[in-house]
């Protein structure tokens, strides 16, 4: 089953602009991830954010947590034309500690030079 | 270099056969994974195994089978009961503690029925 949404499903921006990605989850989490596929490869971990946590930044990267909505942003600032590619978070649920991870449907981010 | 390898990169499976991917790790982890991603889709967990000779279903597990004979292992088998097999095959791994770790994916294998 699929934890949540993300949106927008696509995003297209200029290079140099921020670009923010928003995602939707259902359950109570330890943790919330953001991953990063380049097509047709595998994921590439970019930031987890662990459940008392608020706000997390990592280079260009910034990730909020609010988990009263149940609700997880990643901005990525002054993008580039090597960030495109499909952006997915990833929830791991509470009571758990078999790593297992609940992916959403991703964002396909497209970023114009 | 340690990491995750998966193969072969592609793979054709003509109907009623079983295939069977490969998934190796050099991570020294415990815990192992297999997702399967259908196009324009997120990853949906077909098993999992956080130890040697011992794993578990995750939510799409008919039609696959899996064996973690090793820890450096976790082979998943597509049979010929998965009716739709055509997708692109994810294996990945976690460290101890693996509920509050990031997780380390290979670079896929893509399965085509012909």
């Known amino acids: 089953s699929q934890q949540g949404e993300e949106d927008p499903q696509a995003l297209s921006i200029q290079e140099g602009e921020n670009a923010t990605m928003n995602c939707s989850y259902k359950?109570?989490?330890?943790?919330l991830q953001w991953y990063r596929q380049n097509s047709g490869r595998g994921l590439v971990h970019l930031i987890l954010?662990?459940?008392?946590?608020r706000e997390k930044h990592s280079g260009r990267l910034r990730v909020t947590l609010d988990t009263s909505k149940k609700s997880s942003s990643l901005l990525i600032t002054a993008s580039r034309a090597a960030d495109t590619a499909s952006y997915f978070c990833?929830?791991?649920?509470?009571?758990?500690?078999?790593?297992?991870?609940?992916f959403g449907q991703g964002t396909t981010l497209q970023v114009k030079p | 270099d340690g990491g995750i390898t998966q193969s072969p990169k592609y793979l054709f499976r003509k109907e009623g056969q079983n295939v069977t991917l490969s998934c190796e790790q050099n991570?020294?982890?415990?815990?192992m994974y297999w997702y399967r991603q259908d196009p324009g889709q997120g990853l949906r967990l077909i098993y999992y195994?956080?130890?040697?000779?011992?794993?578990q279903k995750g939510d799409i597990a008919e039609g696959y089978s899996v064996s973690r004979e090793k820890k450096e292992s976790f082979p998943l088998t597509v049979t010929s009961a998965q009716k739709n097999p055509t997708a692109f095959y994810l294996c990945?791994?976690?460290?101890?503690?693996?509920?509050?770790?990031?997780?380390?994916f290979g670079q896929g294998t893509r399965l085509t029925v012909v």
């Open positions: 990945a791994s976690t460290p101890p503690a693996g509920w509050n770790t990031e997780a380390f």
């Open positions: 359950t109570s989490i330890n943790n």
């Open positions: 954010i662990r459940s008392n946590e």
């Open positions: 990833a929830t791991a649920g509470m009571p758990s500690n078999t790593g297992k991870l609940i």
């Open positions: 991570l020294n982890h415990d815990a």
């Open positions: 195994s956080q130890i040697v000779n011992d794993f």
